[in-house]
């Protein structure tokens, strides 16, 4: 079975610090990993995905993941945050044999001026 | 410009009624996709399409029912049989040729509430 942790509900940062959304996965065999965000009332937007290789994934609005096999996670990070990052971010994994996602329960960013 | 447009925005829905919701998509994805999103709960499967008319239950589809007669379409009933149905309901689609690693790409819901 697929399972994805995310184990923050919610993260404080002041702009311009660095900032890091936590995920832990649990797959058989070689997980695809995604990073999604959604705005109020809006739809989940794609920001990156790991499928294989380098470790550091950059994605999107200047946000980039580090793939670590040994302590199954994918984390997201930003080196610089701004107010306008605020907003829900959520991970996902799939395994490469099935066609269903699963989804982690989301973490809330914000971002104080 | 291409994207997947969900219909209406919000809903509301009477004890014993069944509701529809449409997805219709124009980037010519194969695999279309309907989400559940409950506050701290995430995105759960409802219903998954790969093909026209051909789809595949998801892990909560008890209370729903789909159709896939063409592929820009993917209509959502919510049946008398879900109790539960306050929710906001995602589509997405997903382009299957290009590989499983593509990202799915979402509409902006629905929000389904009871009267």
């Not at chain 1, 697929?2 to 890091?20: H, I, K, R, W």
């Not at chain 1, 990070?77 to 799939?94: G, I, R, T």
């Not at chain 2, 149905?85 to 629905?110: I, R, V």
Request: some cysteine; overall charge positive.
């Amino acid at each position: 079975a697929q399972s994805v942790a995310q184990p923050e509900d919610q993260v404080n940062v002041a702009e311009g610090n660095p900032l890091t959304v936590k995920c832990t996965y649990s797959v058989s065999g070689n997980p695809y990993l995604f990073w999604y965000v959604q705005y109020p009332n809006r739809g989940l937007q794609f920001l990156l995905k790991y499928i294989t290789g380098d470790n550091l994934v950059k994605g999107s609005y200047g946000f980039e993941a580090e793939f670590n096999k040994s302590q199954t996670s994918f984390h997201l990070k930003k080196p610089s945050a701004l107010v306008s990052d605020s907003a829900l971010y959520f991970c996902a994994v799939m395994n490469t044999g099935f066609q269903k996602r699963v989804f982690g329960t989301g973490t809330r960013l914000l971002v104080s001026p | 410009d291409g994207g997947i447009t969900q219909s209406p925005k919000y809903l509301f829905r009477k004890e014993g009624q069944n509701v529809t919701l449409s997805c219709e998509q124009n980037l010519n994805h194969d695999a279309m996709y309907w989400y559940r999103q409950d506050p701290g709960q995430g995105l759960r499967l409802i219903y998954y399409s790969q093909i026209v008319n051909d789809f595949q239950k998801g892990d909560i589809a008890e209370g729903y029912s789909v159709s896939r007669e063409k592929k820009e379409s993917f209509p959502l009933t919510v049946t008398s049989a879900q109790k539960n149905p306050t929710a906001f309901y995602l589509c997405a689609s997903k382009m299957q040729s290009e590989g499983l690693g593509q990202p799915q790409h979402f509409g902006d819901g629905t929000r389904l509430s009871i009267l």
